[in-house]
């Protein structure tokens, strides 16, 4: 089966900071990968999505980066941090078709101070 | 601009009764629903993906489609606290993504 792993749970990063953020996906080739974003109260933001290794489409433009080093594998990186950058990550990946829906990781809760 | 919309609520509903979640599109050539329950804090969960015209039942849940008049919906018989979620409508806006309503939050009250 497939599983979807997405590590820090939380976490609180001075502004100006970096930022990393993983995501693996087992189970699975070739997915769909996608970096989404929910501030406090509101819907899901797409920021990110990959259709294979080293292929980023981004949604919104800002001071966060994404990459695909591997086939199973996503991380969201920042230079710097803003205050606005807080609010709940989340990585999700979907097979190809319009029948598929996503799965989500269980998401990173960033605080920027 | 493809649209999926829903109401924010919260819609409050007492234990036991009906619960019954709408969602309407502006794509007509959206083929596919997608239903995800959000609890507080955590990650989407699907629960239900409908296709066809109709009714799609799933234990208590029954996803209802209909293409004609762009709306679909999301029926929870039998209402438990456990419910108390935002439930968030998809559709495909391509083949590699879904678009996504805001959401309705529902409150199931013992």
């Known amino acids: 089966s497939q599983t979807i792993h997405q590590w820090p749970a939380t976490l609180v990063q001075p502004v100006g900071s970096p930022l990393s953020l993983e995501c693996t996906v087992e189970?699975?080739?070739?997915?769909?990968l996608y970096w989404y974003r929910q501030a406090a109260g509101r819907g899901l933001q797409l920021l990110f999505y990959s259709v294979g290794i080293g292929q980023i489409s981004s949604e919104v433009p800002q001071n966060l980066s994404a990459s695909r080093p591997q086939d199973r594998q996503f991380i969201l990186s920042s230079k710097k941090l803003l205050l606005s950058d807080s609010g709940f990550y989340l990585c999700a990946w979907r097979l190809r078709g319009l029948d598929y829906g996503y799965t989500f990781g269980s998401g990173t809760r960033l605080t920027v101070v | 601009q493809k649209e999926v919309e829903q109401n924010s609520g919260p819609l409050s509903v007492p234990e036991g009764a009906i619960a019954s979640l709408n969602c309407t599109y502006s794509d007509r050539g959206s083929q596919s629903f997608f239903w995800y329950r959000q609890y507080s804090g955590k990650s989407p969960e699907l629960i239900m993906f409908i296709y066809s015209n109709g009714d799609k039942e799933d234990g208590r849940f029954t996803a209802q489609l209909n293409k004609a008049s762009q709306y679909v919906s999301l029926l929870i018989r039998d209402s438990q606290p456990s419910d108390s979620a935002t439930y968030l409508c998809a559709a495909p806006r391509s083949n590699y993504q879904l678009i996504w309503g805001a959401g309705t939050k529902l409150i199931i009250k013992p």
């Open positions: 189970g699975t080739s070739n997915p769909n």
